[in-house]
């Protein structure tokens, strides 16, 4: 099973996300009230360091370990990434969570928050069946 | 052992998140991003007409995979090794948070709030099911999440990531500020 190591990387995530408190419905509210510096700090080290390694491996055209070019496919801007980023920021805010979290929270004990990843499940599904007729 | 229940420090948690990018980029070219399994999930198990859904979702199951490992690791920190002391808030966040009636600090959310029985309470229902299908729907709406655009796309220097990151604070803002204090109370 080649996936599997997608699984401990998964593991380790959601380790720090629970470690860092980053899945906290207290934490979202300090963030958006900037009562803290907490999960700016979180972000914008993660960006940083983000950009310093995708910059190394880029210059140096590093491969993966399986001898493949690594490629990222670039985001095409659209209306969506303005409408759907306000609805998803409605939804932080009230749930506490985006979707990384969501699994984190589910998995640290929170049965109540498979409910809201049931749910989030259910938001995708209708996003997909009404899309032709959003603005994008 | 200590930093293992302990909660960590940005400067510690912010820089590992980052390493995620690389990490998933040498092991498979993969990008980093979560909200795509919401997708994948319709796609493997909603039966559905929608062109959106169709798709081999089974040549993305590596991100099935990340996301079945988060629920384990949210496992190994939230439940084996538990924080046994509530959430540390500063003065002015504990302030705002009897406003809302929030007495008790244990766990990672407001218990009297995120509960089953909570759930069948309009300010429940609001919290947990509207709000989660708002994540849902929104992050696909915008093509990514905190993961997919404001790190990974941010990282990678995509103009419409960084739009897209403005919004879902404009977004939590609003809500934060001028709804979340009604819902709150109801």
Not at chain 1, 49 to 58: A, E, H, P, R, Y
Not at chain 1, 82 to 110: E, M, R
Not at chain 2, 9 to 32: R, S
Not at chain 2, 73 to 94: D, M
Request: hydrophobic share 50%; glycine share 12%; with cysteine.
């Amino acid at each position: 099973m080649k996936s599997i190591k997608y699984l401990f990387i998964g593991m380790i995530f959601g380790f720090i996300l629970v470690k860092s408190e980053v899945v906290s419905w207290y934490r979202i509210q300090e963030m958006f009230r900037f009562q803290s510096f907490h999960m700016y700090g979180v972000l914008t080290s993660a960006i940083v360091v983000g950009l310093i390694s995708i910059q190394i491996l880029k210059r140096l055209k590093v491969k993966t370990i399986n001898g493949e070019e690594i490629t990222i496919e670039k985001k095409e801007f659209n209306k969506g990434n303005i409408f759907g980023g306000l609805i998803f920021g409605f939804g932080w805010a009230l749930t506490g969570a985006c979707p990384g979290p969501l699994y984190a929270l589910v998995g640290s004990g929170a049965s109540i928050m498979l409910v809201a990843l049931l749910s989030a499940v259910f938001g995708t599904y209708v996003y997909g069946v009404i899309r032709d007729r959003l603005p994008h | 052992m200590n930093f293992l229940t302990q909660p960590w420090p940005w400067y510690i948690a912010g820089p590992l998140i980052g390493l995620m990018v690389p990490a998933l980029l040498l092991t498979g070219n993969k990008t980093f991003g979560i909200s795509s399994t919401l997708r994948h999930i319709c796609a493997a198990c909603i039966p559905t007409s929608s062109e959106f859904f169709k798709y081999d979702w089974r040549g993305h199951s590596w991100n099935l995979f990340f996301a079945f490992g988060i629920i384990m690791g949210g496992f190994f920190a939230g439940v084996l090794l538990q924080n046994p002391n509530p959430v540390q808030l500063n003065e002015a966040a504990v302030a705002s948070m009897n406003q809302y009636g929030i007495k008790e600090y244990s766990g990672l959310m407001p218990q009297e709030f995120f509960n089953w029985h909570a759930l069948l309470t309009l300010r429940g229902f609001i919290l947990i099911v509207v709000g989660g299908f708002m994540v849902g729907f929104g992050t696909r709406y915008a093509g990514g999440c905190t993961s997919g655009h404001s790190i990974m796309g941010i990282s990678n220097l995509q103009w419409p990531s960084l739009i897209a990151t403005c919004c879902f604070f404009i977004g939590g803002l609003l809500m934060t500020w001028f709804v979340l204090p009604y819902i709150m109370h109801l």
